[in-house]
């Protein structure tokens, strides 16, 4: 059986656009892959953040992946943090990847631009490495991921390539990943500014909707959500973002297509149409959110967690000595 490996950071509840482009992929994979969900508490950190909230996130995140449907007994869940193969193999990628790779990385650039570049931690620009790590150590065939981060699959591969090549003597130590992004709705756009991509970070609390938000909040949310003058439901990404925009995140919530949902309120109007999309939005969340609640403070969510890092551990040491052993660290080991 294949392997998938996928990871959320946990630096803030997941908005819908985490859960169309990923989370949402989960359910279906793990009845096919060999699945591993991991919370990226490392990658969260490479911006400041307060240590108890960062603790308590961690943990509503592995709460998620259990209330959208993740099964334990099919997909292995943990803290990547509770890992400790993920920090020595990002070192070692780190010190196969080459700077100017790393330089031409986008969210990079784009964050760096926005702060005094003096001021960005080192890890903004050297984390790329880390989630490079992160999917070799499984061995990874596949990572469903939304469409920014193809970017970092590419990175990968390049790595992939890069190691095997130099170390491998003709055997193939890591596998080569393929992304999985979905057909629809890999890039969910900002419900108040339709040409950035939605983001839990994003200053205005409109922009987004979180997946813990209580359903009068995503009613309101989604009323208020910037379109156009003409009323007209039509998927034109191009000349009416705002409208196409939520096409696909209705189409995302339902069963319905883009085009089955152009026909349908091809005779009504964007309130019509917003009110119905948030009343499919909320009946989805809803029961995910009761299910969290059920399980942010139990002891069963930790010895789920407790159980995920000792099986991903066992996985992790074994191609982390492959590696070790590749690159002539230490004595060379079995595994």
């Not at 099964?71 to 292995?76: E, F, W």
Request: net charge neutral; proline share 4%.
């Amino acid at each position: 059986m294949e392997t998938i490996f996928s990871g959320i950071q946990p630096s803030g509840t997941p908005t819908i656009g985490n859960y169309i482009g990923a989370m949402k992929q989960f359910i279906d994979l793990q009845e096919s892959y060999t699945s591993y969900f991991c919370i990226v508490d490392e990658h969260a950190i490479t911006v400041q953040q307060e240590p108890l909230k960062l603790r308590q996130q961690t943990k509503s995140l592995a709460a998620l992946y259990l209330a959208i449907g993740l099964d334990p007994s099919k997909a292995i869940i943990f803290i990547q943090s509770e890992v400790s193969a993920h920090a020595e193999a990002g070192w070692i990628v780190q010190c196969n990847t080459n700077l100017g790779e790393l330089e031409r990385m986008t969210q990079f650039k784009d964050k760096s631009a926005k702060n005094n570049r003096a001021g960005v931690s080192a890890g903004l620009l050297t984390y790329p490495p880390l989630m490079v790590a992160d999917i070799i150590l499984y061995q990874s065939n596949l990572v469903p991921v939304g469409a920014d981060q193809k970017q970092h699959l590419e990175l990968t591969r390049d790595f992939v390539t890069r190691f095997n090549s130099k170390y491998g003597n003709g055997n193939q130590l890591l596998t080569m990943p393929e992304v999985k992004i979905p057909e629809s709705g890999g890039r969910i756009m900002s419900l108040q500014d339709p040409l950035k991509k939605m983001s839990k970070s994003d200053t205005n609390k409109k922009g987004f909707i979180s997946m813990l938000d209580e359903p009068s909040v995503i009613r309101k949310k989604i009323k208020s959500a910037v379109t156009d003058s003409s009323g007209i439901i039509e998927y034109d990404p191009e000349n009416k973002p705002g409208i196409s925009n939520l096409l696909a995140i209705y189409a995302s919530f339902t069963n319905f297509s883009i085009p089955e949902l152009v026909d349908r309120y091809k005779d009504s109007g964007y309130g019509q149409f917003k009110e119905e999309l948030g009343e499919a939005i909320v009946s989805v969340l809803e029961p995910i959110q009761l299910k969290h609640d059920e399980l942010i403070n139990s002891n069963e969510l930790d010895l789920i967690l407790d159980e995920g890092a000792i099986k991903a551990r066992n996985v992790a040491d074994k191609t982390l000595i492959k590696m070790r052993n590749a690159i002539g660290l230490g004595r060379k080991r079995r595994y």
